[in-house]
């Protein structure tokens, strides 16, 4: 029998008849007005619009007008549980998830204590099991305490369903720790998703090394302080046969390195998130700290290589490194304020206004990688399919929204887009057959 | 309907166009006769209160402004990180938020973090003057500095200045590398290759790696070696550093002007006897120090706003209802 991986609170089964949505899932060549029946949490029935009727007990929601989309994946989230409930908990962080579109999320282990032991990871998942209003999985760390000094318990952990390994926040810094995780992969399986920073050509950095620093006087985060190790790790995976994932690729030399060990037949994958894709180091330039995370937002060059490196397919998904922080702990000079920013309630909107809307991706391809992280770990990719489990968001891409105007759905506003308006309202989304989210309704003046 | 204008404040060089140095410079001036009084001051903020608030060590600074408010009669309250709530773990809001309850006309801000006055200035109503913020911006030792130069040179336009030594780590270099191309100077920036931040030409300025064309300087503006680096390895000694980069009486030619902010580290970046030179103006830019923190908070709190006068402002608002 297959260990679980994916846990979440249990809920009703969905019974929904969609009608009348623009379907759109580029897996399933499916890009056509439809009526989709839900019941018992699976998709029953797909049909022409004005084709299908609401049996008993189904809720028939008109869709003319909106978007349905297969739910998205996100790779990447901090969910700080345990240890730091005041900047989000499994209960908050899967609410976000849920307003954002998403069925499924992967939390990361750098939280207090680090997730780095099969007896936490239980706990958590006992946890998931009551709070989760949308499936989670867990990510354990590489190494205990994320110390890069000795390798957890991986084979245990795997059985009690950790879906795979990380010590992100932290590179693995010493490239013999790595190899030996990977050596261990072969035993255990379960990808190793790999923050990717030298701290030697780090060091003490806030911000991206370049003319914006200069100006600011801040110490610099140069783009090779992470691609040397992207070199490094895909040689490290390609010698060994491992499989490893790098998140949060932020630099025109790192998406060289990937397609380059890609082409050369490594088993690597990569991810970008929704703020590298969409802003630069420009926005640092304020000085506000909602603009720090880590890896840092960079140049105008970068991002055009991330854009081109989700087109082309170097880079696999899309992950938001949703991180939350607690509003006093942002609100201090630059240098001084944790690193990271908020995104799952933001990265399909952030994305479709700023990358699809201006001509730049097909809204296809966006949907595409925002969904093609489950497959990356070894889980069912969502689908719009008859006989799937339904993981479906009903989106208005014509309604505009200002960000924080209503608040989040997370605990902590450490968002960068706060206050931008963005198009693309989610308006519901089903996650693992249960319907996780509705938007509030319009009260009209 | 009143248009509100906010308080206006001196955060960063880029806050003052070119006009708006040269108005705060004269002002300066005119302080400066009254520096030559027997009394020293004059009734300008008489009911209003400076805090100065300094999270670094300093004396000229801190010293300066204290004296600059006093002399233009306003109450002063200084607060000092060592000694005061800070020590107790309080945040930079709460300190803010505390000492903008007794109603200061303006606070000055010193701080080991780039953008704190930012920060401090979305915080507070009064205005808030930029005293130093990590290694970005120190905007009152720029004026300071090109209130004395233009007093020895008159105007710097095509003038040529080399800033020497460790840019890296210095607040100062960027705010002269600003102030001094506005005012029309060619800035050359040198120092150890390690000490020049990548991308610094983009402040308006040249990079070059050595002084061999350290001749064509007008003024030589050396910058304190930060001694506390050295266990970083920016550089392999400051015997080395001193071996290239030393600003001695062999280096500075008899046309060139000699600036350093201080502290100096004697022996480091400047030799003993460049320091005693004739050219060397270090006394006279701790003299500006007084005058033009006096004008700054002159303009700040008393003086015609910088950019759009409060009265037409309003005038204009009246008009278009």
């Known amino acids: 029998m297959s260990v679980p991986r994916l846990f979440h609170a249990p809920a009703v089964p969905a019974a929904l008849l969609l009608r009348g949505v623009h379907a759109l899932d580029p897996r399933a060549d499916l890009d056509a007005p439809a009526d989709v029946l839900v019941r018992d949490g699976r998709i029953a029935e797909i049909g022409p619009p004005g084709s299908l009727a609401a049996p008993d007990g189904v809720e028939a929601v008109e869709g003319e007008g909106l978007h349905l989309f297969p739910a998205f994946f996100d790779p990447h989230v901090h969910l700080r549980t345990p240890g730091q409930e005041h900047k989000e908990t499994l209960a908050s962080g899967t609410a976000a998830a849920a307003a954002g579109g998403y069925c499924g999320i992967v939390a990361m282990p750098n939280t207090s204590p680090t997730l780095d032991s099969a007896p936490l990871l239980r706990a958590l998942i006992e946890q998931a099991r009551r709070e989760a209003r949308v499936p989670v999985g867990f990510m354990p760390a590489i190494t205990r305490a994320l110390a890069g000094a000795e390798l957890t318990d991986m084979a245990e952990l795997r059985d009690a369903g950790a879906l795979g390994f990380t010590d992100d926040g932290k590179p693995v810094a010493a490239a013999g720790m ?31 090394e370049g003319a914006a620093s200069a100006r600011l006087g801040m110490a610099g985060i140069p783009s090779i302080s992470e691609s040397t190790m992207v070199a490094r790790d895909a040689a490290l995976a390609a010698y060994e046969g491992g499989r490893v994932h790098f998140q949060h690729l932020s630099c025109v030399e790192s998406v060289q390195a990937l397609a380059a060990w890609k082409a050369a037949g490594a088993h690597v994958s990569g991810e ?15 000085l506000d700290s909602r603009f720090k995370m880590n890896p840092p937002l960079r140049t105008e060059p970068d991002r055009q290589a991330l854009i081109a490196g989700l087109r082309d397919g170097t880079i696999d998904c899309v992950a938001t490194d949703h991180a939350p922080h607690a509003r006093h702990e942002k609100e201090v000079p630059f240098e001084e304020a944790p690193m990271g920013v908020t995104g799952l309630e933001t ?22 990688r925002m969904t093609a992280g489950a497959a990356l770990l070894a889980l069912d990719t969502p689908r719009i399919a008859v006989g799937e489990s339904a993981n479906l968001a009903l989106l208005d891409l014509a309604a505009e929204w200002e960000v924080g105007a209503r608040g989040y759905a997370s605990k902590s506003a450490n968002s960068c887009f706060e206050g931008r ?15 996780v989210h509705r938007a509030p309704v319009e009260v009209p003046a | 309907m009143t248009v509100p204008v906010g308080p ?3 955060l960063s060089i880029d806050d003052l166009d070119r006009e708006g140095i040269e108005r705060i410079l004269d002002r300066a001036a005119s302080f400066a006769e009254v520096a030559g ?102 905007p009152t030792q720029a004026l300071l500095d090109v209130y004395t130069l233009r007093k020895r040179l008159g105007a710097l336009d095509g003038r040529c200045v080399w800033i020497v030594g460790d840019v890296l780590h210095s607040r100062v270099a960027r705010s002269n590398i600003l102030a001094f191309a506005r005012m029309g100077a060619q800035v050359t920036v040198s120092g150890p290759p390690t000490l020049i931040p990548r991308g610094i030409e983009a402040l308006g300025c040249r990079v070059a790696p050595t002084l061999d064309g350290l001749a064509e300087a007008d003024v030589v503006y050396a910058l304190r070696m930060q001694t506390e680096r050295m266990e970083e390895a920016y550089v392999p000694s400051l015997r080395e550093y001193a071996a290239r980069y030393q600003i001695d009486a062999a280096r500075l030619m008899p046309h060139q002007l000699l600036m350093h902010p201080g502290p100096v580290n004697r022996g480091v970046e400047l ?49 278009a209802a």
Not at chain 2, 40 to 52: I, Q, S
Not at chain 2, 276 to 291: K, R
């Open chain 2, 8 to 10: 206006r404040h001196l």
């Open chain 1, 272 to 286: 970008a998130s929704p703020h590298h894709l969409t802003l630069t180091d420009e926005s640092v330039r304020s």
């Open chain 1, 347 to 368: 990265a399909f909107p952030v994305l479709y206004t700023d990358l699809v809307l201006p001509g730049l991706l097909p809204l296809g391809l966006v949907i595409e």
């Open chain 2, 37 to 138: 009084r027997e009394i020293k001051k004059v009734p300008a903020l008489r009911g209003r209160t400076v805090v100065n608030l300094f999270y670094e060590a300093s004396t000229r600074t801190s010293s300066s402004f204290e004296l600059a408010a006093k002399r233009l009669s306003a109450d002063v309250v200084s607060v000092r990180a060592a000694t005061s709530s800070v020590t107790k773990g309080e945040s930079l809001k709460d300190t803010v938020q505390t000492l903008t309850a007794y109603d200061p006309a303006a606070i000055v801000i010193r701080s080991p973090h780039a953008g704190a006055a930012q920060l401090v200035a979305r915080w507070t109503d009064a205005a808030v003057v930029n005293a130093g913020d990590g290694k970005h911006e120190h």
């Open chain 2, 271 to 319: 030799s003993a006897d460049a320091i005693d030179s004739p050219q060397a103006l270090i006394a006279q830019q701790v003299e500006a120090g007084v005058v033009v923190r006096m004008a700054v908070l002159y303009e700040l709190l008393v003086g015609a706003p910088l950019e759009q006068p409060a009265e037409a402002a309003a005038v204009e608002a009246v008009a």
């Open chain 1, 178 to 208: 790595l190899r030996r995780a990977l050596q261990y992969q072969r035993l255990c399986g379960g990808v190793l998703a790999l923050h990717e920073e030298d701290p030697s050509l780090s060091g003490h950095g806030v911000m991206h």
């Open chain 1, 421 to 435: 308006a963005l198009r693309g309202v989610v308006r519901l989304t089903v996650a693992a057959g249960a319907v």
